[in-house]
């Protein structure tokens, strides 16, 4: 029997028809909503496409509302402070009163035209002391007149401005810091303490030196009369110093127990930077191995100019502006230079 050939595609197509509605019958049985949903129109397929969307988006919208709530709890918790080493460091707080001792400490630089120390010097020792709970007020008498630098009579300058509330002082040169914080800067009570003792000072180790720091109490400075005024120019007005400690029979002491030697301070002054005057007229030469017996804090002349408070990085000082007198019949070396 011939058959065209146009019809073994249909027949084909049926067959395959029939396995097709066989295999959707079984479908159905295992998958109902499969049927169900083959048999949706394109405009039900849309809707429950944008409610499958919907469902997926709430979904993670409470997902992450959880992760965020966590986070937040977690940001809310303290986090440690983080110090940036370059900001400067806070300015030291004031140790309560009843940490500190009774005296008050009334430290005097002798000054002149040395700022790029003073700015070193001032913060140094505002730190130093107040780690070491020492009550004090940082006196810098600047000379401002026209007469060679004078040590000596800025010194009694200071003890003289230092005030009712300061009980003793240090005559501190302004190019010696101390950095042993092992050294003694309080009340020297059975005598002057040197602190800057020979066996410690980088520069100057004869027994008899008594300059850079010495500390003493107001009541034994003025049973010495205070420093000779006669000393105009550089140096030798602690020697005569240490001659007045003798003759007012107070004992001298000095540091024990220290074991940094010639470096327990450090020397900042330049001397090629800044000259000393260390000039000597011929009376001068001869007069100044000698004892002043007379002057003193007796015969001192000055006059305060102005008097400022100032701040050098977070550390108080008080700035004296100090004029000098000079009796140039008996001292005539004072205007040299």
Not at 52 to 74: E, I, K, P, Y
Not at 126 to 148: E, P
Not at 248 to 275: C, N, S, V
Request: hydrophobic fraction near 35%.
């Amino acid at each position: 029997m011939m058959y065209s050939s146009r019809r073994k595609p249909v027949l084909y197509f049926k067959e395959e028809k029939r396995l097709n509605r066989n295999e959707m019958s079984k479908m159905d049985k295992t998958f109902p909503w499969l049927w169900r949903c083959s048999r949706c129109s394109v405009f039900q397929l849309f809707v429950l496409c944008v409610v499958l969307v919907l469902a997926s988006l709430l979904w993670l919208q409470l997902t992450c509302s959880g992760d965020m709530s966590s986070a937040q709890q977690r940001s809310a918790a303290p986090c440690p402070p983080v110090q940036d080493p370059r900001a400067k460091p806070e300015p030291e707080p004031e140790p309560e009163p009843g940490a500190w001792g009774p005296h008050t400490l009334a430290l005097v630089v002798p000054f002149r035209e040395r700022f790029e120390e003073l700015l070193v010097f001032v913060p140094f020792m505002h730190s130093f002391l107040n780690k070491k709970k020492i009550r004090h007020k940082i006196i810098v008498v600047n000379q401002i007149d026209h007469y060679r630098f004078n040590r000596a009579s800025l010194i009694n300058v200071g003890y003289l401005e230092s005030g009712n509330d300061t009980d003793y002082l240090a005559m501190h040169d302004v190019d010696l810091l101390p950095l042993n914080p092992a050294l003694d800067y309080g009340f020297p009570l059975d005598g002057p303490f040197h602190v800057a003792s020979p066996e410690l000072h980088p520069l100057y180790h004869y027994k008899t030196y008594v300059g850079g720091i010495l500390l003493l109490t107001k009541r034994h400075y003025k049973m010495c009369n205070g420093m000779s005024n006669r000393f105009w120019g550089w140096g030798r007005e602690d020697d005569e110093f240490y001659r007045r400690l003798k003759k007012a029979e107070l004992q001298l002491y000095r540091p024990t127990g220290i074991t940094t030697g010639y470096k327990t301070f450090m020397h900042i002054h330049d001397p090629a930077w800044r000259k000393r005057d260390q000039k000597r007229v011929a009376s001068q030469k001869q007069e100044q191995f000698k004892v002043d017996p007379d002057g003193g804090l007796s015969n001192l002349r000055y006059s305060v100019e102005s008097r400022q408070e100032v701040t050098i990085s977070g550390a108080p000082c008080t700035i004296i502006n100090t004029k000098l007198e000079c009796e140039t019949e008996s001292t005539p070396w004072c205007l040299l230079g």
